[in-house]
């Protein structure tokens, strides 16, 4: 009996704690399933505070960049400039696609905008003062230090890009935000139409002297005038489409009116002299000049465009003058052609122009015999010289030798 008892005692406690062992299980598992459950709550909220802390930068960048911007030394050159610019981009691009679910979104968006366009702004100004200091650095004192040799140009265009890197750096923020805003536009233009006054200002006066020194020079060697000058002006339009891109990055309807200009005054400086031409071969020859080695050539090359726009309107004005020309010549010579006594001589011209080509021909054969007889006393007096020559210094032939001795 306490034998059955002991083991039912025993039996007993085994069952609770197989029970106790159980209940802890799965206590261990529920605490497991509440640490999972408050892990994944702590990583949806971190992930929450991360995106709200990501939507409220937006907001709290305004006072940051309002610090900034009112800052007397904020300088256009900063390092930080650009990284800012970026960053309001990204501002106003939020504030842009969330503004109807954020209370105060246009008020921030409209702050953005107004430090957007006033740091474009300092961009502007900048850049237009560092080319007109470019401008002060290359231009003669006077006119008269103005020469149209290498060095010049080099000065124009080696020294004029040393500020180049900068500025097309600079640049890059406004051409990359133009379809933003007409007013960035307008400060691109602006940026533009200085480049452009400048360039004028130093190139123009050079290339006028230059011209008027060939002209000077050639004179009325008419073809090579024309291929001189048309050589140094795609010269120059070359370099100024490779000197642009130094500073920007886009090409502008106002550069291509700046080198219309350009090669406008090649056309004024040669028109002047075709169309007062009066001989038909040279002419012509100008046409097919212009034409062929100006036109054709450089028809597809992009920097030269400017420059066959001025051939072709040059080679207009060349053919008109040859046209008018041609009747002229037509109407003085063929049309009211009146021969004189002279012009219908006929027999007695040819004949005489026979006779005349008979007697050159004559006159010539006569000259052709006494020079072959000069030649042939020359070379008599040359043999005889050398055969005296010859027997006073004992060269004489054996045979003579011999028959002297015989008669001897």
């Known amino acids: 009996m306490q034998l059955t008892g002991l083991v039912d005692e025993i039996l007993a406690s085994l069952n609770r704690l197989d029970e106790e062992y159980s209940s802890a299980i799965d206590k261990t598992k529920s605490f497991y399933s509440s640490c999972d459950t408050l892990l994944q709550q702590q ?33 256009t050159l900063n390092e930080s400039l650009i990284p800012l610019l970026n960053r309001l981009d990204e501002c106003i691009e939020f504030m842009s696609n969330n503004n109807d679910n954020y209370l105060e979104a246009n008020k ?14 300092m961009i502007r100004t900048h850049v237009v003062n560092i080319l007109k200091q470019t401008e002060l650095q290359v ?37 990359n935000r133009t379809k933003q805003s007409e007013t960035f536009t ?10 452009f006054q400048i360039r004028h200002s130093l190139i123009t006066p050079v290339l006028t002297l230059a011209m008027d020194e060939m002209i000077e020079t050639l004179g009325r060697n008419f073809c090579s005038l024309i291929r001189s000058s048309a050589k ?29 200009q350009l090669c406008l005054s090649l056309y004024d400086k040669l028109r002047p002299i075709i169309i007062h ?48 020309r041609c ?26 122009m026979k006779s005349i080509t008979e007697t050159l021909e004559t006159n010539n054969n006569n000259q052709q015999n006494e020079q072959n007889m000069k030649r042939s006393d020359s070379i008599s007096s040359i043999i005889s010289s050398i055969s005296d020559i010859s027997f006073v210094r004992g060269y004489h032939h054996p045979s ?5 001795a015989v008669s001897s």
């Open 43 to 75: 990583q949806n909220l971190l992930v929450a505070i991360e995106a709200i802390n990501e939507k409220l930068s937006y907001f709290e960048d305004l006072e940051t960049m309002s610090k900034k911007f009112s800052s007397p030394t904020m300088l």
């Open 108 to 121: 921030y968006l409209s702050d953005y905008h107004r430090f957007q366009t006033s740091a474009l702004s």
């Open 139 to 175: 231009m003669p004192e006077n006119d008269t230090v103005l020469t149209s040799n290498e060095s010049v140009f080099t000065l124009y265009y080696g020294k004029f890009q040393l500020n180049a890197h900068r500025i097309k750096i600079l640049m890059q923020q406004i051409e």
């Open 186 to 195: 307008q400060y691109l233009n602006d940026c533009h139409q200085c480049y």
């Open 232 to 260: 140094l002006y795609t010269h120059i339009c070359r370099d100024e489409y490779q000197l642009y891109f130094q500073f920007f990055t886009q090409i502008s309807h106002g550069f291509n009116e700046f080198l219309d």
């Open 277 to 324: 031409l009066e001989h038909l071969e040279s002419l012509s020859e100008i046409c097919s000049l212009i034409k062929f080695e100006f036109i054709e050539e450089n028809l597809h090359q992009d920097e030269l465009e400017s420059f066959v726009k001025a051939m072709q309107q040059l080679l207009q004005d060349t053919q008109e003058r040859l046209v008018y």
């Open 327 to 352: 009747n002229v010549h037509i109407e003085k010579n063929i049309l009211n052609y009146s021969p004189a006594s002279g012009d219908l001589a006929y027999p007695e011209k040819l004949q005489m």
């Open 400 to 404: 003579e030798s011999s028959s002297r």
